[in-house]
């Protein structure tokens, strides 16, 4: 539900193989650190150009924060909002991001 993606696709499969081979310890702490982690306070000192891509079917994270992000970033920032399922939409959505990649590379 988190990948939004193909589950047959071989970068996911590769992915979920490797979080579920993960030890519980190290796996229970990875999750504690994203999920407890505050970094609101660091956003201001963030100068440079952020594009923040978006799924609309995010279950981690809902678009609210794309917007309180871009809002509260010193440097100027993009907000795009994709018509898409999962958090990592580079597994699940690889041709939205590959486009925004390559556009920022040639810049």
């Known amino acids: 539900m988190v990948f939004g993606g193909d589950m047959k ?3 996911v499969h590769k992915f ?3 979080l ?3 030890r519980q310890d190290i796996a229970l702490s990875v999750f504690q650190t ?11 000192r963030v100068t440079m150009l952020c594009h923040i891509l978006q799924s609309t079917k995010d279950l981690a994270v809902p678009v609210v924060v794309s917007e309180y992000i871009h809002q509260h970033l010193d ?3 993009i907000v795009e ?3 898409s399922k999962g958090h990592l939409l580079l597994l699940s959505s690889p041709y939205i991001i590959i486009p925004v990649l390559l556009c920022h590379i040639r810049k």
């Open 81 to 83: 909002v994709k018509p």
């Open 20 to 22: 579920f081979n993960m």
């Open 16 to 18: 979920s193989y490797t």
């Open 75 to 77: 440097g100027e920032s």
């Open 34 to 44: 994203f999920v407890q982690r505050n970094l609101r306070g660091v956003l201001g």
């Open 9 to 11: 696709s071989p970068t």
